[in-house]
């Protein structure tokens, strides 16, 4: 079966850095829109990064700078390096994959990680 296994979250202060790991299994990664979506307590899901099947990347403006999207197809996993982290970044962290679009909505992705939790402390 398909799994999305993120890694990495934690605790940090304002200014500090994390670096979020999906590992994949079950799918072929390479033919997979992976992207990485976040959700704050009583706001909705939204995307954060994706990366295409040829590499082209996408960002929130609000992380644009700050965050970088990467893959490794022979481990199967997609990275999310964030510096300057700001207290408004705290959110759960999900993984995503999509065999179609490559869209901005969470609707679109067929697969789905359990999330990591990224706290930062001003």
């Known amino acids: 079966q398909v799994q999305l296994v993120e890694s990495g979250g934690g605790s940090v202060q304002a200014g500090g850095s994390l670096r979020l790991s999906c590992a994949a299994s079950g799918i072929t990664f390479n033919r997979y829109c992976m992207a990485w979506f976040r959700q704050a307590p009583d706001k909705e899901r939204e995307l954060v990064a994706r990366?295409?099947?040829?590499?082209?990347?996408g960002y929130a403006e609000s992380v644009k700078g700050r965050f970088t999207i990467s893959q490794d197809n022979a481990k199967s996993t997609v990275y999310l390096q964030m510096n300057s982290l700001k207290p408004e970044d705290t959110a759960t962290y999900y993984c995503?994959?999509?065999?179609?679009?490559?869209?901005?909505?969470?609707?679109?992705?067929?697969?789905w990680g359990q999330g990591t939790q990224v706290t930062v402390s001003s």
């Open positions: 990366i295409a099947t040829k590499g082209n990347t």
């Open positions: 995503a994959a999509d065999s179609a679009f490559c869209g901005l909505s969470p609707a679109g992705f067929d697969y």
